[in-house]
């Protein structure tokens, strides 16, 4: 004789307890805004540019890898604890011939002088270095990547820097100056306690949301989350893992 | 007894349905180009070699896609320099750490500008469908769709490593033109 898996009782309250899941998916499906749905990550549109160009060039970058905290720890050539004491802004003019005319492309970078207090791994070349950023004024407006906004004079930071860099389109000081991370590699230091872009960052540039680029990209990466007002020696630990 | 099993079975379907609905992967960047110009988008392809032969075919790739409304690019006309456009071009950048990035000029909701960059000194060293699944990636950013986590089997998963070496994504999926078809479909 044939005996059952499954009892008839089970078998309806199986069917009733997916029933009441039903009901909850769609009461979900229908209740989620569908702008949530959606998820626009980029532009609030109804926040108007704040730049005095009146415009805003939403960067979105493909990245080459992920990176976790120790990943982009181990990559860097140096790692520095240091203030921001000066900001050259600069804009690279690129020419491209096209079609019998020459089209012109801007690429604004923002070389930091940074005055070094400590360096956790590496040796600089002097103890003021330079580091490029991407982004800033062109003729057009601000050209920003949410996640990694400009730096700022007198901020203090800890840096994750690669290089230095010897040659590259837009290299301004070949072999003096130093490339670093992005959202991977750049961390704020407030009241000696370090902080990761997910959480330093404003929340929004221009109408573009800024912290939340960084949380989006941060917080499936292992270490990121943890940089939330620790201290320097914990941080350090967290980075060598 | 036979009738609680079949509604097992069609309840089961239900929940698969709609959790698909509630995990669609495609966003938005939050802007769009005004139609007119879409679907006819003008664009400059300046890049050398095989980055120019990937944009190339990226081109194609979207204006095939089996959407209500795909893409139909044209070459911009430099005599016309206030031709909303896509321009796209190759420097060689070891600076930065990314492959491929678009700078998005809107107003108002409304795309106007966008350029891309291909980064030759990455590109260099990939095989031609990676290539394309930088330039496929951008083009996508350049449509207005916005990136997607690294566990996304689409092509606007935004890490190339995943995208590409470990899902082998060149083209747009079924994600990206459930997007487009949002933006332009009707």
Request: include cysteine; aromatic fraction near 12%; glycine fraction near 8%.
């Amino acid at each position: 004789m044939r005996r059952k898996l499954i009892s008839n009782k089970s078998l309806l309250l199986i069917a009733s307890l997916l029933g009441v899941l039903i009901t909850l998916l769609l009461i979900i499906e229908l209740t989620l805004p569908l702008e949530e749905k959606i998820k626009e990550t980029l532009i609030h549109t109804t926040a108007p540019p704040t730049t005095s160009k009146g415009m805003v060039g939403v960067t979105t970058v493909s990245y080459v890898r992920a990176y976790t905290l120790k990943e982009a720890y181990d990559t860097a050539d140096l790692v520095v604890l240091g203030r921001i004491i000066y900001s050259e802004h600069y804009v690279w003019k690129v020419k491209r011939p096209y079609r019998g005319k020459t089209l012109t492309f801007e690429e604004p970078y923002i070389y930091h002088r940074v005055k070094i207090i400590k360096v956790f791994k590496g040796n600089p070349i002097s103890n003021i270095i330079i580091v490029a950023q991407f982004g800033g004024m062109t003729s057009r407006g601000l050209v920003l990547v949410p996640e990694d906004p400009p730096m700022e004079e007198e901020e203090l930071v800890i840096l994750f820097l690669c290089g230095p860099c010897e040659r590259g389109d837009f290299v301004k000081y070949p072999g003096i100056e130093y490339c670093y991370m992005g959202v991977f590699g750049r961390f704020k230091v407030i009241n000696d306690r370090v902080y990761s872009a997910m959480y330093f960052l404003p929340e929004e540039i221009g109408g573009i949301p800024c912290r939340k680029a960084a949380e989006d990209i941060l917080k499936d990466l292992e270490g990121y989350k943890d940089v939330n007002g620790i201290t320097i020696e914990k941080f350090l630990k967290l980075v060598k893992g | 007894m036979k009738i609680v099993r079949i509604i097992i079975i069609v309840e089961l379907v239900c929940i698969t349905l709609l959790s698909i609905g509630l995990v669609r992967g495609w966003t938005t960047i939050g802007a769009k180009w005004p139609s007119p110009p879409y679907p006819n988008l003008g664009y400059s392809n300046t890049c050398d070699g095989t980055e120019r032969e990937a944009a190339n075919s990226s081109l194609n790739d979207w204006e095939n896609i089996n959407a209500v409304n795909p893409p139909d690019f044209h070459p911009y006309d430099p005599d016309n320099p206030n031709e909303p456009h896509i321009s796209i071009w190759d420097p060689y950048r070891p600076d930065v750490r990314w492959d491929g990035r678009a700078i998005i000029w809107h107003h108002d909701g409304w795309i106007f500008f966008v350029e891309i960059q291909i980064n030759e000194y990455y590109t260099s060293t990939y095989e031609f469908n990676k290539v394309r699944s930088v330039t496929g990636h951008e083009l996508g950013h350049a449509l207005g769709l916005g990136d997607e986590s690294a566990s996304k089997p689409v092509l606007m998963n935004k890490y190339t490593s995943y995208r590409y070496d470990e899902f082998g994504i060149y083209q747009p999926t079924q994600d990206e033109v459930d997007g487009i078809n949002y933006l332009y479909g009707g």
